[in-house]
């Protein structure tokens, strides 16, 4: 991994791609912050790159017949298996160039699928995957609910958050069940790297794909993805509330290289959840008391994702 | 002249694979297909075969990675049986539809439930309608040659469709038989390297499996089903060829002493071979029986099989699977007789639903179904299918 | 304008409906879909490009003079780019009719 890394060299604001791997005229929601992630990790990937996507949102809105929105090479298979097609044209690149049937060139192997593509239907064929270690980069846009669908819950759901399946009603607060720690699991196969990012620390994230696209072996992405209109929230705030997910730790930025946790960004004066949380017509019901209880969760979520960079720092040091 | 040897029949599909020079292989092992998979493993792992082995975490991901390693431009090759091939159901409707010229092997076994490792077609019948060329085999020869007879014909510009080649679960797949085996370089005559004409490439970018709008949805559908349709002509004469250069001789409709027969039997897969023997048995007692078989199941084979029937006045058609609430028996049967609908002279047709789930079909249980068919067409009348040796208390 | 794909018969179509010309999306003009348009003020703009690279819908391009151009062929009118201005100098004003 660090020798995959040596000659990495960051994005600035300053040295940021002008390539475009997805064209103008997709057809994704006024203010999506998904096909802003994905934008923002494709230009990190450049062209010479092969997706995989699965189902969902980005797949419907880049790819109704006969317009595609793709500048590079593009297959959509199914819902839960982007993760199995992306292995099957990695195992075939391999074969062909070990073969000579085509230059010895390495190319990107991306699978992009959405957090009910990932953590649901799909956790099978990507824990596959990941354990089998096909050189590939699995993108996960995390919109926390299925959206192409119409805002149905998924494992990724927010506690709390309303959507078409998990109403609130006299009996229930709305998702009463916390999101499913992804990353944790993709970390878990102890493949060379994971990262979390948000499209509103956009060289982070840019800086993050294209080290997932470097390093060989599996490397898994999980990128907050917001989604204006099945969180309904203002469409000009994608961007915004990607940025206060990360300032009250609901979603915190950091690395596990090789199984080392590193932090992208310590919050050392996070703002209250809540004011996160009224931002999106999702979390409108909530009572005083179910925001306490999101808060002491997120603090406590944050303060285990510390320890474990502490940790993970301290065997460093023993090491050297 | 290419060796004969004695070998267990999954082992030869393997060899088969290996000598098409196949590049990936994607599979979950699944009995009785695990011999299969197995050897591919093997010879993977002795360098004998040059292919990236993908050891899958399930069938629904072997046929996955199938599909993104052909649509990459890979030569591609897997197996299954019974529950996988249900699994991988979803994507089996895919790979043709993508136009990803895979090979599978099926060792046909009984779904559950309840659950059944044994014989029967209840796998594949169930997945008739996918847009797949089917072939059945009726022994260790005719699996090592109709794999590399699937390579040529899926891959051929003209078809550019996925295959299943069909062999009975461990009555056929586990049994050791006297093979010519052909070597790669003698498959080089006959199979050409794989050329895409569409791939995953970074240099020429392309967008496979767009969404389907209702405008191009039907004209979708419509180049599947006339590219399915049309491969027969690239299946028979790629049979042709292989009967020139290797000497073996393959048609969509085999039959077996139909030449003056009254009444013939239906079959398909390697029961055939007992079906011969029944026929022989009958003739010898003077009964104008003969035997018909498909080999090719998909494309339905139309013209021959009007063409085999031809005066033949009774059909005893034989099912390996149930289709459930059909009141016609199988699926084969109710294939055949809509094939005859409105042809003068059609023959009188009986369906047996037999072999079930590994339940032996012998000599005898032919002898029961032209027998039964015989009486009922004598007097016209009687059931439409029945269940052959179905105990009812 | 690019050429629009008629959608033709099945015969003319490429195998498995392949789509072989990349990015003609840019061919749908998404910026019917906008009720307000963003307007930048280059008094106020300092070049820093956050229009163009928080735009979900690329339509933010960089010009050789350090200011960005606004394509209204793809602009939804989410109003992002006005609202990560930095500078304030992007406004969001209604489409007229």
Same mark, same amino acid.
């Given at each position: 991994?660090?020798?995959?890394?040596?000659?990495?060299?960051?994005?600035?604001?300053?040295?940021?791609?002008?390539?475009?791997?997805?064209?103008?005229?997709?057809?994704?929601?006024?203010?999506?912050?998904?096909?802003?992630?994905?934008?923002?990790?494709?230009?990190?990937?450049?062209?010479?790159?092969?997706?995989?996507?699965?189902?969902?949102?980005?797949?419907?809105?880049?790819?109704?017949?006969?317009?595609?929105?793709?500048?590079?090479?593009?297959?959509?298979?199914?819902?839960?298996?982007?993760?199995?097609? =992306?292995?099957?044209?990695?195992?075939?690149?391999?074969?062909?160039?070990?073969?000579?049937?085509?230059?010895?060139?390495?190319?990107?192997?991306?699978?992009?699928?959405?957090?009910?593509?990932?953590?649901?239907?799909?956790?099978?064929?990507?824990?596959?995957?990941?354990?089998?270690?096909?050189?590939?980069?699995?993108?996960?846009?995390?919109?926390?609910?299925?959206?192409?669908?119409?805002?149905?819950?998924?494992?990724?759901?927010?506690?709390?958050?309303?959507?078409?399946?998990?109403?609130?009603?006299?009996?229930?607060?709305?998702?009463?069940?916390?999101?499913?720690?992804?990353?944790?699991?993709?970390?878990?196969?102890?493949?060379? $790297?994971?990262?979390?990012?948000?499209?509103?620390?956009?060289?982070?994230?840019?800086?993050?794909?294209?080290?997932? =696209?470097?390093?060989?072996?599996?490397?898994?992405?999980?990128?907050?993805?917001?989604?204006?209109?099945?969180?309904?929230?203002?469409?000009?705030?994608?961007?915004?509330?990607?940025?206060?997910?990360?300032?009250?730790?609901?979603?915190?930025?950091?690395?596990?290289?090789?199984?080392?946790?590193?932090?992208?960004?310590?919050?050392?004066?996070?703002?209250?959840?809540?004011?996160?949380?009224?931002?999106?017509?999702?979390?409108?019901?909530?009572?005083?008391?179910?925001?306490?209880?999101?808060?002491?969760?997120?603090?406590?979520? $944050?303060?285990?994702?510390?320890?474990?960079?502490?940790?993970?720092?301290?065997?460093?040091?023993?090491?050297? | 002249?290419?060796?004969?040897?004695?070998?267990?029949?999954?082992?030869?599909?393997?060899?088969?694979?290996?000598?098409?020079?196949?590049?990936?292989?994607?599979?979950?092992?699944?009995?009785?297909?695990?011999?299969?998979?197995?050897?591919?493993?093997?010879?993977?792992?002795?360098?004998?075969?040059?292919?990236?082995?993908?050891?899958?975490?399930?069938?629904?991901?072997?046929?996955?990675?199938?599909?993104?390693?052909?649509?990459?431009?890979?030569?591609?090759?897997?197996?299954?049986?019974?529950?996988?091939?249900?699994?991988?159901?979803?994507?089996?409707?895919?790979?043709?539809?993508?136009?990803?010229?895979?090979?599978?092997?099926?060792?046909?076994?009984?779904?559950?439930?309840?659950?059944?490792?044994?014989?029967?077609?209840?796998?594949?019948?169930?997945?008739?309608?996918?847009?797949?060329?089917?072939?059945?085999?009726?022994?260790?020869?005719?699996?090592?040659?109709?794999?590399?007879?699937?390579?040529?014909?899926?891959?051929?510009?003209?078809?550019?469709?996925?295959?299943?080649?069909?062999?009975?679960?461990?009555?056929?797949?586990?049994?050791?038989?006297?093979?010519?085996?052909?070597?790669?370089?003698?498959?080089?005559?006959?199979?050409?390297?794989?050329?895409?004409?569409?791939?995953?490439?970074?240099?020429?970018?392309?967008?496979?499996?767009?969404?389907?709008?209702?405008?191009?949805?039907?004209?979708?559908?419509?180049?599947?089903?006339?590219?399915?349709?049309?491969?027969?002509?690239?299946?028979?004469?790629?049979?042709?060829?292989?009967?020139?250069?290797?000497?073996?001789?393959?048609?969509?409709?085999?039959?077996?002493?139909?030449?003056?027969?009254?009444?013939?039997?239906?079959?398909?897969?390697?029961?055939?071979?007992?079906?011969?023997?029944?026929?022989?048995?009958?003739?010898?007692?003077?009964?104008?029986?003969?035997?018909?078989?498909?080999?090719?199941?998909?494309?339905?084979?139309?013209?021959?099989?009007?063409?085999?029937?031809?005066?033949?006045?009774?059909?005893?058609?034989?099912?390996?699977?149930?289709?459930?609430?059909?009141?016609?028996?199988?699926?084969?049967?109710?294939?055949?007789?809509?094939?005859?609908?409105?042809?003068?002279?059609?023959?009188?047709?009986?369906?047996?639903?037999?072999?079930?789930?590994?339940?032996?079909?012998?000599?005898?249980?032919?002898?029961?179904?032209?027998?039964?068919?015989?009486?009922?067409?004598?007097?016209?009348?009687?059931?439409?299918?029945?269940?052959?040796?179905?105990?009812?208390? | 304008?690019?050429?629009?794909?008629?959608?033709?018969?099945?015969?003319?179509?490429?195998?498995?409906?392949?789509?072989?010309?990349?990015?003609?999306?840019?061919?749908?003009?998404?910026?019917?879909?906008?009720?307000?348009?963003?307007?930048?003020?280059?008094?106020?703009?300092?070049?820093?490009?956050?229009?163009?690279?928080?735009?979900?819908?690329?339509?933010?391009?960089?010009?050789?003079?350090?200011?960005?151009?606004?394509?209204?062929?793809?602009?939804?009118?989410?109003?992002?780019?006005?609202?990560?201005?930095?500078?304030?100098?992007?406004?969001?004003?209604?489409?007229?009719?």
């Amino acid at each position: 991994m660090e020798a995959a890394l040596k000659n990495f060299k960051k994005f600035t604001p300053k040295s940021l791609p002008k390539v475009e791997p997805l064209a103008q005229g997709h057809r994704a929601c006024q203010g999506c912050g998904e096909v802003l992630a994905l934008r923002m990790a494709l230009k990190a990937m450049g062209t010479n790159l092969i997706v995989a996507s699965a189902t969902g949102c980005m797949e419907i809105i880049t790819s109704p017949y006969p317009q595609t929105a793709w500048n590079v090479p593009w297959i959509h298979v199914a819902f839960e298996n982007a993760a199995a097609v =992306a292995s099957g044209v990695e195992a075939a690149r391999k074969a062909l160039m070990r073969k000579g049937r085509i230059p010895k060139q390495r190319t990107t192997i991306l699978a992009v699928a959405g957090d009910g593509g990932t953590a649901d239907i799909g956790l099978q064929a990507l824990s596959g995957a990941l354990e089998r270690g096909h050189d590939f980069v699995y993108l996960c846009l995390d919109n926390e609910a299925y959206m192409n669908t119409g805002v149905q819950r998924s494992s990724s759901t927010p506690y709390g958050a309303m959507t078409t399946t998990s109403p609130p009603g006299k009996l229930s607060i709305g998702q009463n069940t916390w999101k499913k720690n992804m990353p944790a699991i993709a970390a878990a196969h102890a493949i060379p $790297y994971v990262a979390t990012a948000s499209p509103a620390y956009y060289t982070d994230l840019m800086n993050k794909a294209k080290k997932a =696209a470097m390093i060989k072996g599996p490397a898994y992405l999980h990128v907050y993805s917001p989604c204006p209109t099945g969180w309904r929230l203002a469409p000009e705030l994608a961007v915004e509330i990607s940025r206060l997910a990360v300032q009250t730790k609901v979603f915190p930025l950091y690395e596990v290289i090789d199984g080392r946790y590193v932090m992208s960004r310590k919050i050392k004066k996070p703002k209250p959840v809540e004011q996160y949380l009224k931002l999106q017509g999702r979390f409108r019901h909530l009572d005083k008391k179910t925001i306490q209880v999101i808060q002491d969760r997120v603090d406590r979520e $944050y303060e285990t994702l510390v320890q474990k960079a502490a940790m993970s720092e301290t065997e460093d040091e023993l090491t050297e | 002249m290419p060796k004969r040897v004695g070998i267990e029949v999954s082992l030869a599909a393997s060899e088969a694979a290996c000598v098409a020079d196949t590049d990936v292989v994607a599979a979950y092992p699944i009995t009785p297909q695990t011999h299969i998979v197995e050897h591919l493993a093997e010879l993977v792992a002795d360098g004998k075969l040059d292919a990236e082995f993908v050891p899958v975490e399930s069938e629904h991901s072997a046929m996955s990675v199938c599909v993104g390693s052909s649509a990459a431009g890979a030569r591609t090759f897997t197996a299954t049986s019974a529950q996988g091939l249900a699994l991988m159901h979803e994507i089996l409707f895919i790979a043709p539809a993508l136009r990803t010229p895979i090979v599978m092997a099926v060792t046909n076994r009984a779904l559950s439930g309840p659950i059944s490792i044994w014989n029967d077609h209840s796998d594949i019948m169930a997945e008739r309608d996918v847009g797949w060329i089917q072939t059945f085999a009726e022994n260790g020869q005719e699996v090592f040659d109709l794999i590399i007879h699937a390579f040529r014909v899926a891959e051929d510009p003209q078809v550019m469709l996925p295959i299943m080649v069909n062999l009975d679960g461990f009555t056929l797949s586990h049994v050791i038989e006297p093979i010519e085996m052909l070597s790669a370089s003698e498959v080089r005559k006959y199979l050409k390297p794989y050329k895409p004409r569409i791939v995953l490439d970074p240099k020429n970018p392309v967008t496979m499996g767009p969404v389907g709008m209702p405008e191009v949805y039907t004209e979708a559908k419509q180049q599947i089903e006339a590219a399915l349709t049309d491969s027969k002509k690239v299946v028979v004469k790629a049979w042709e060829e292989f009967a020139k250069l290797y000497g073996r001789r393959y048609k969509p409709v085999e039959t077996y002493r139909t030449k003056g027969a009254k009444i013939v039997l239906m079959t398909m897969g390697s029961v055939s071979e007992t079906a011969m023997t029944a026929v022989d048995k009958m003739r010898d007692e003077g009964v104008p029986v003969g035997l018909l078989r498909f080999r090719l199941w998909r494309p339905f084979p139309l013209e021959e099989f009007k063409r085999a029937v031809k005066g033949v006045k009774v059909l005893a058609v034989m099912d390996r699977a149930i289709s459930y609430g059909s009141r016609q028996g199988g699926p084969v049967f109710t294939e055949v007789r809509s094939a005859l609908y409105g042809t003068p002279k059609a023959p009188q047709i009986f369906g047996f639903v037999a072999g079930l789930g590994g339940r032996d079909i012998t000599v005898g249980t032919y002898e029961e179904m032209v027998d039964k068919a015989m009486r009922y067409a004598k007097k016209k009348k009687g059931p439409t299918y029945e269940l052959i040796g179905v105990r009812e208390r | 304008m690019a050429k629009v794909d008629a959608i033709t018969g099945w015969r003319n179509l490429e195998l498995g409906i392949t789509i072989t010309e990349p990015g003609n999306s840019r061919q749908l003009r998404t910026g019917d879909w906008r009720s307000q348009r963003p307007v930048t003020d280059r008094d106020k703009c300092i070049k820093c490009g956050m229009c163009w690279i928080y735009c979900p819908d690329i339509v933010y391009s960089p010009l050789r003079s350090g200011y960005f151009n606004w394509d209204e062929n793809y602009c939804k009118g989410c109003g992002i780019c006005a609202h990560e201005c930095p500078k304030d100098a992007i406004t969001m004003v209604m489409e007229e009719d």
